[in-house]
């Protein structure tokens, strides 16, 4: 991982840190002036803190604390009462953070543990990774995902299937959908598209990427050919000048290999797809990670390209689902 980049992003988390902060005392500021009431009722709600705090400190009587407990629940009410009487939000003086997990700290402490939030995991990838695959995808989603530019003529001879393309494509609309329902079942298999260009396999892997973000969940988006060099590089090159590329694919929540079937394959690269795909299945320690595979290969295909060991991982742990019909980027 590149220090300068990770310096800069939690540059940039104590700067919203801090931004948060003024916005909320801001916020304080101005509702105060226009409802004394409520500064009144907060200074009580302070006040009352300390006094416990002190009456814990002495061994005061549980009674004395009850009824400080009592007083501070019916000063809460009362604020609450009021920030709902002028429409106010009672989270509305809080202060706000984008990442609810970690706070916008980027580490989450857990018995005495420090670990990098999911969130600014997801930034160091896009930077790293993703800055070239996944950019502006904020507009495919399920709901744009147009089914109406698949035909819904029968062509068994065209398509070797009993499905118009309208078919196919909404059994695979909806085995992504759950693809993501279950993404934390070890049992849910990964994820194969298959077919030819211009039939939606990149718009619906963005699908299920966008509704994984929303779930906090960690993204690589590579294309094979690009990935497998970038890993080779990172064998051959110094220790202070690899990107930790292998150990960030073996551990990212969801991993996206585009593409697969158009790199330039020897037996090194074999080696590291083999350990990728082999490695992921295995789901290290009880962590259940998911690969999505685009190619335009079918199943004959990956059997004409692919070592009987890898093809075999295909078949046994992924769902592959075949994309027909005509170029949907000539309907837009």
């Known amino acids: 991982m590149n220090n300068l980049i990770l310096n800069d992003l939690l540059k940039q988390y104590e700067q919203k840190r801090l931004q948060h902060l003024r916005d909320a005392e801001n916020n304080k500021k101005e509702l105060y002036l226009s409802n004394p009431k409520l500064q009144e009722i907060d200074d009580k709600l302070s006040n009352i803190s300390i006094n416990t705090a002190k009456s814990i400190l002495k061994n005061n009587s549980q009674c004395s604390l009850e009824n400080l407990k009592k007083e501070i629940e019916n000063l809460k009410r009362e604020k609450?009462?009021?920030?709902?009487?002028?429409?106010?939000?009672?989270?509305?003086?809080?202060?706000?953070?984008?990442?609810?997990?970690?706070?916008?700290?980027?580490?989450?402490?857990?018995?005495?543990?420090?670990?990098?939030?999911?969130?600014?995991?997801?930034?160091?990838?896009?930077?790293?990774?993703?800055?070239?695959?996944?950019?502006?995808?904020?507009?495919?989603?399920?709901?744009?995902?147009?089914?109406?530019?698949?035909?819904?003529?029968?062509?068994?001879?065209?398509?070797?299937?009993?499905?118009?393309?309208?078919?196919?494509?909404?059994?695979?609309?909806?085995?992504?959908?759950?693809?993501?329902?279950n993404f934390e079942n070890a049992k849910t298999k990964n994820l194969i598209f298959s077919g030819g260009t211009g039939l939606g396999k990149t718009f619906l892997s963005n699908?299920?990427?966008?509704?994984?973000?929303?779930?906090?969940?960690?993204?690589?988006?590579?294309?094979?050919?690009?990935?497998?060099?970038?890993?080779?590089?990172?064998?051959?090159?110094?220790?202070?000048?690899?990107?930790?590329?292998?150990?960030?694919?073996?551990?990212?929540?969801?991993?996206?290999?585009?593409?697969?079937?158009?790199?330039?394959?020897?037996?090194?690269?074999?080696?590291?797809?083999?350990?990728?795909?082999?490695?992921?299945?295995?789901?290290?320690?009880?962590?259940?990670?998911?690969?999505?595979?685009?190619?335009?290969?079918?199943l004959k295909g990956l059997f004409n390209t692919y070592d009987e060991r890898l093809v075999s991982r295909f078949i046994g742990y992924y769902d592959i689902y075949r994309f027909y019909g005509d170029d949907i980027r000539l309907k837009k």
């Open 207 to 298: 699908c299920i990427v966008n509704e994984l973000f929303k779930k906090g969940k960690t993204v690589m988006y590579q294309t094979a050919p690009v990935m497998l060099d970038n890993l080779i590089s990172d064998l051959f090159a110094k220790p202070e000048n690899q990107t930790g590329i292998s150990n960030n694919l073996l551990t990212v929540d969801l991993l996206v290999i585009d593409d697969l079937g158009t790199e330039t394959m020897n037996s090194m690269k074999f080696t590291e797809l083999y350990k990728i795909i082999n490695t992921r299945l295995l789901n290290q320690n009880g962590k259940c990670l998911k690969t999505i595979i685009s190619t335009n290969l079918d």
């Open 80 to 181: 609450a009462n009021l920030l709902k009487s002028i429409n106010i939000p009672e989270d509305y003086l809080s202060v706000k953070c984008d990442c609810k997990i970690c706070k916008d700290t980027g580490y989450v402490f857990e018995n005495g543990i420090s670990t990098m939030c999911n969130c600014l995991k997801q930034k160091i990838y896009d930077l790293e990774y993703n800055q070239k695959n996944i950019n502006n995808i904020d507009d495919q989603t399920f709901d744009n995902f147009n089914i109406n530019l698949f035909s819904n003529k029968v062509d068994e001879k065209k398509y070797n299937s009993g499905l118009s393309p309208r078919e196919n494509i909404i059994d695979v609309k909806k085995a992504a959908k759950n693809f993501i329902l």
